[in-house]
């Protein structure tokens, strides 16, 4: 039985992984957030843009689903520290370690910016839809930078939405169910002939942007399509945010529009869910001068 490696394991995607990937797998887990691993799974906590814990995590193992990082748009600094240094970190301290195989999630947020009316495949140009979005444009670079230049074996997997059911209209097109997740996942570790991959993580969706057939050329069957919850979705859906219905990203291609992409607009808090209500940090409070003073 593969070893395999999960990064943010306790996330959204990581938790419904974990529980389809039970039995098939050794799984080592890791998060900087606390975990309480399974039975059969081992759990390391690590903060992924130090090295000495990406290298600690990645030792020993025969293939890393690299999910770690900021998952939303948000402040460039926590972008900066999980998706790009973090990011870095793992496809390197995997190299040092010898790790051959490297499946990474990265987004439909990549390709955001690409129309709705327009089909895409896994060999359009990037269209990044914020600073999230160049953070995984980034991990897809570094994927094919350690392919070419270290022969190490790399899937990236463009994920649209994972959840039970689709939770939007814009989910109906990129949603991505958690049996399907881990099919995809499980070619991405399992199929001889990888070397250098883009698939979209999507389900077999009738109102999907994209093209899949590179996911359906090494074997990938999805078997979900969102349609079956349609009539439901969009019965509730709210009306309004129109510049990001025009777009696949959605909501992500506008919070750029402020100045500090969170707090975010009502529009795009209503549209992304849960993940991007999250109130912004409060500014440190200004400490009187003459209290400074006395404190020294
Ligand atoms: C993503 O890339 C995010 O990680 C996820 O939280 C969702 O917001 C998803 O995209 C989406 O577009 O719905």
Known sequence: ???????GAAGDIGTHLRRELAGKYHLRLSDVRP????????????DISRMADALRITRGVDAI???????????????????????????????RNGVKRMLFATSNHAVGFYPRQQTIDHRVYIKPDGRYGVSKVFGEAMGSLYADK?????????IGNVNPAPIDKRRLSIWFSPRDLAQLVSIGIEHPDIRFE?????????RSWYDNSNAFRLGY????????YAAAVLAKEKPGDPIGERYQGGAFTHVEAVPNPAPLPR???????????????KAAKKVPKKAAKKAK
């Open 65 to 95: 689903v690299h999910l770690g990082g900021y998952s939303v748009e948000g402040p460039w600094e926590g972008i900066l520290s999980a998706n790009i240094i973090g990011c870095y970190n793992v496809f390197e301290a995997a190299r």
């Open 150 to 158: 270290y022969g190490m074996q790399v899937f990236l997997m463009r």
């Open 35 to 46: 975990l309480k691993p399974a039975r059969g799974e081992k759990f390391a906590r690590a």
């Open 221 to 228: 069957k999805p078997v979900d399509d969102s349609e079956i």
């Open 1 to 7: 039985m593969k070893t395999i490696l999960i990064t």
């Open 267 to 281: 529009a795009a808090k209503e549209s992304h869910g849960k993940a991007m209500k999250k109130p912004a940090k």
């Open 198 to 206: 883009i698939v979209y993580g999507v389900s077999n969706n009738t």
